[in-house]
């Protein structure tokens, strides 16, 4: 069953052709400094915000963060955790993903089994996703013991994709790790895009504009961004990065 967080994201796919999501690492930021780049990307139509990183974070500070950026803006806030310990009530939904090129069964099904009666109990959405790891895979490679697909190997990241809808799950996401010196390939993206027939995400190493359109260009219906924004500054990346996306997007909110 569709929720309303996820027919928000749909909608607004389809309206816009593709749309720009901003990842807030809760281990770079305060509850303060996250709150602030929330409502930066808010107010140049970042159509959500994600909260999640590659490493352990303590529950509290995780929940401070949210609470903070839920005070602020008024668009969604989705979790991207890297662990049961990534689970917060005070945020909208939650990418409840399996790393599908894991050697590790906890990063397959164990962390997802963990942690289902929570997000049950604390009434948050669920968005069913298959997370691939691709090219360099960063941190989140490393933590999640996947065997990332060669960048030059578009096919076998096409066929874990469709393995992923046949399975029921509802998002793709091409991950080629935070601060990634290159990001996913456009023959890749186009592969994957080719394939499925669901909403594909693609983040990591996007640092500007023009890559996060040939990528959009490419099949990507959902760019996410976090480290070129936390390093650089928000204002005029984001800009650019949204704007790139979703030419003459209006406000989403």
């Not at 950026?69 to 939904?93: C, M, Q, W, Y």
């Not at 948050?124 to 360099?136: A, D, R, T």
Request: hydrophobic content about 45%; aromatic content about 6%.
């Amino acid at each position: 069953m569709v929720g309303p967080i996820e027919d928000y994201l749909l909608d607004s796919i389809r309206r816009k052709g593709a749309i720009h999501l901003t990842l807030i690492d809760p281990e770079k930021v305060t509850a303060s400094s996250s709150s602030k780049l929330a409502e930066v990307a808010e107010s140049y139509n970042t159509t959500a915000i994600m909260v999640g990183g590659s490493t352990s974070t303590l529950t509290n500070h995780l929940d401070k963060v949210i609470k903070a950026i839920k005070r602020t803006v008024e668009i969604p806030i989705i979790l991207f955790p890297n662990n049961v310990t990534g689970i917060s009530k005070h945020a909208d939904a939650i990418w409840f993903m399996s790393l599908l090129n894991s050697m590790d069964p906890y990063f397959l099904i164990g962390a997802q089994v963990l942690g289902a009666s929570m997000i049950k109990r604390y009434g948050l959405e669920p968005l069913p996703m298959g997370y691939i790891i691709v090219g360099e895979g960063g941190t989140a490679g490393i933590v999640g013991r996947a065997v990332p697909i060669p960048y030059e190997k578009p096919e076998l990241a096409a066929v874990h994709a469709l393995a992923a809808e046949y399975f029921g799950m509802r998002f793709v996401y091409l991950e080629a790790g935070s601060g990634a010196n290159t990001p996913v390939p456009i023959p890749m993206i186009t592969a994957v895009n080719k394939i499925i027939n669901i909403p594909l995400i693609v983040g990591g190493g996007i640092r500007d504009g023009s890559q996060a359109a040939s990528a959009v260009s490419a099949g990507a219906d959902i760019i996410v961004t976090g480290n070129i924004t936390e390093n650089a500054g928000p204002q005029k990346k984001l800009k650019e990065l949204v704007d790139a996306i979703s030419p003459g997007s209006e406000g989403t909110c």
